[in-house]
């Protein structure tokens, strides 16, 4: 018993203690018992060669793919990327080799899209999911069930409807990304947008639609609505909705984006 009364801890309670302070190794070749150390005096030490484990290690160097140029150099270098892909087997490619983004280093794959190339609809959302990076495919979650039923209320699967993100790679955590990401990648959904070609863009949520349509509205305010999406070639009929995601936290919603979804398929049947 010490002094206050209480067991003296055995090793593995110290040990279990030190883990819990954050030591984790040893800097001497024999335990030292701390406890019961007195105030005399200790022999002086001699001066050996430090052992292996007492060596400092160097960090490990990163490779070069893995770190990402300046967001002003990246974003330059996505525009010129995306600008040169004349299809969109080959703009895939293009981002499977593109270094400029740092959430390709820790997605687990390239989220480029699903559904029909020829498609005369086009939706888009923000970024992949958990589900999404696994199978590296968009919106193959709980969310992308939903996205299912809703295209089907207006007579479409997924062999009549091409479906994509702004970004393609999982943030960390699911995480929103930064404006920067979003920036880098915003010159490779825009070429893919101008390929596809779609009569209609639908974009999904609040994120996808203040990018794409260049408006700081809520999606609220947004929904519904009409814009105008310029590609440089073509002016394409936009309407923004409701994300799946959040249909499914707010259900009392769906009535709201099935109004859109009539307006969308009327759209649809007259051009």
């Not at 702004?166 to 990401?181: F, S």
């Not at 408006?215 to 440089?232: A, S």
Request: aromatic content about 6%; charged content about 25%; overall charge neutral.
């Amino acid at each position: 018993m010490d002094l206050i009364g209480e067991p003296k801890p055995n090793v593995r309670q110290l040990l279990a203690f030190y883990l819990e302070a954050g030591v984790d190794c040893a800097l001497a070749e024999e335990p030292v018992d701390r406890l019961s150390e007195t105030d005399a005096p200790t022999a002086p030490v001699r001066e050996t060669a430090p052992s292996p484990r007492q060596l400092p290690i160097a960090a490990p160097a990163v490779p070069r793919s893995e770190i990402a140029p300046p967001p002003e150099a990246a974003i330059a270098m996505a525009r010129e990327a995306a600008r040169t892909a004349p299809t969109l087997e080959e703009l895939r490619a293009l981002l499977e080799n593109f270094d400029g983004c740092a959430l390709k280093n820790t997605a687990t794959r390239l989220v480029f899209s699903d559904g029909n190339p020829q498609a005369r609809i086009m939706f888009v959302g923000e970024a992949p999911g958990r589900d999404e990076d696994i199978e590296g495919l968009p919106f193959v979650g709980r969310s992308g069930k939903l996205l299912d039923r809703m295209i089907a209320a207006i007579g479409l699967d997924r062999s009549k409807a091409y479906i994509a993100n702004v970004i393609p790679w999982r943030p960390p955590g699911n995480r929103t990304p930064t404006p920067q990401e979003t920036q880098i990648c915003l010159p490779f959904i825009q070429r893919q947008i101008e390929l596809v070609n779609p009569d209609v863009l639908v974009t999904l949520g609040n994120p996808s639609t203040q990018t794409l349509l260049s408006t700081r509205d809520g999606i609220m305010k947004t929904r519904g609505k009409w814009f105008d999406y310029d590609t440089g070639t073509r002016t394409i009929r936009a309407m923004a909705t409701f994300h799946p995601a959040y249909l499914l936290r707010s259900p009392s919603y769906k009535r709201m984006s099935w109004q859109d979804l009539r307006a969308i398929a009327k759209a649809l049947e007259q051009s």
